[in-house]
Each structure stands twice: as C-alpha cells, then as structure tokens.
T-cell receptor, first 112, second 116 residues
C-alpha cells in the first residue's frame, strides 16, 4: 500500500516564527488532506489539496503531485498552533474508496 | 464544528465487555469511515460504509463490527474488549459519490475508550 512520510517528527518554535512541514507519499493520489490535531484530540481540517496551492490566513499548502510531496507553511506561529499536524492521502487506483492513509504526524510546540 | 457527531465522548469499561460507538455523518454525506488512534499505532483506518453498504476494510479486528443504517448513521461495535483496545475512535464522513470519488473527509470529535 501507499506510504506516507512526514518530516520533521518534532518541531519547537518561538512564537512569531515561520515553519514548513513536509509530506512525501509513495504513489499517485486522488486526495490529500492536512489536519491539525489540537491538544484536546480534535482533528481539524486545514486543507483539501490533491494538487496546487491554497492559502487560508497564516497557513498555506502546496502539493506537487507529479513529485509526490506536499508542504504546509505556517507563518507568524502562535501558541494556539501547537499540536500534531497530519498529512493523509487516498490511493489513486481502481477500487480506492476514499479512505485516507495517515502519516505519523509532525508534533509542533510553539513557545511564548 | 465539522458537522459529524459522535457519542459517547468518553467511555470507561472493563476487559471482556462490549461497547457501541455511534456516529451521525454530516447532512448529505453518504460515506462513513471509522478510524482508531492509539499511541503506538497512530491513526488506523478500520472500515468504510457507503449508503448502507460496506465498501472497504482496513485493520479491523474480528471482535469489532460496524454497520450503517438507512438513516445513514453508523455504529461501531467492539466486543471482548482488551486493554489494548483503549484508544480514540474517530468517525469521518464524506460526500462519497457512487463513481468512487469520495471527496473531502470531515472528522467527528472522537470517542475516547478506556478499558480497565
């Protein structure tokens, strides 16, 4: 099955700093989503981005499907950005039904 | 608020017992997915239903079963519980069109199961 690798596994930032999280995947995909899991365990949708670039406030994401990677940019980080960021993909082959395969996540800690 | 509702939010039970977790998908979504998140295994896909029918199976144990009802809500049944079943169980839903394009998945807040 498809492999999803995220880097770095851990990241500590000072408030106000910028960061880039990376997601590599081993095969072509129908769907790629980025999630933020907050300290209370909620999985919050950030981006649905199988290809291209999107921006939402201080966050933006780019997926280069032909090279099988996606990047999540966080600018001017805030303490509320802390948590785990997951990349998840849906395999693009016959029979795929939409279920997402998750990477292990990047744990982000933003210090005041 | 994702629009996906899961109950109960927390559940504590003993080994050997059986529990049922419930999920109501977003209005209009036909696909429901169940995931398990444990500390050592990460987020694992368990099973998917589309409009009442099972569509895909992941790493779901034989002690676990699920179904999707005509009103599209879904239940995940966990039986003969073991300590290792303690985890956060998520339900997700998507539009889930018949041609296989599922669309964006939205997750509920999860049901935290503790087996003592």
């Amino acid at each position: 099955g498809i492999q999803v690798e995220q880097s770095p596994p851990d990241l500590i930032l000072q408030e106000g700093a910028n960061s880039t999280l990376r997601c590599n995947f081993s095969d072509s995909v129908n769907n790629l989503q980025w999630f933020h899991q907050n300290p209370w365990g909620q999985l919050i949708n950030l981006f649905y981005i199988p290809s291209g670039t999107k921006q939402n406030g201080r966050l933006s994401a780019t997926t280069v499907a032909t090279e099988r990677y996606s990047l999540l940019y966080i600018s001017s980080s805030q303490t509320t950005d802390s948590g785990v960021y997951f990349c998840a993909v849906d395999e693009n082959y016959g029979g795929s039904q939409g279920n997402l395969i998750f990477g292990k996540g990047t744990k982000l800690s933003v210090k005041p | 608020d994702s629009g996906v509702t899961q109950t109960p939010k927390h559940l504590i039970t003993a080994t050997g017992q059986r529990v049922t977790l419930r999920c109501s998908p977003r209005s209009g979504d036909l696909s429901v997915y169940w995931y398990q998140q444990s500390l050592d295994q990460g987020l694992q896909f368990l099973i998917q239903y589309y409009n009442g029918e099972e569509r895909a199976k992941g790493n779901i144990l034989e002690r676990f079963s699920a179904q999707q009802f005509p009103d599209l809500h879904s239940e995940l049944n966990l039986s003969s519980l073991e300590l290792g079943d303690s985890a956060l169980y998520f339900c997700a839903s998507s539009v889930g069109l018949a041609d296989g394009w599922a669309g964006e998945l939205f997750f509920g807040e999860g049901s935290r199961l503790t087996v003592l």
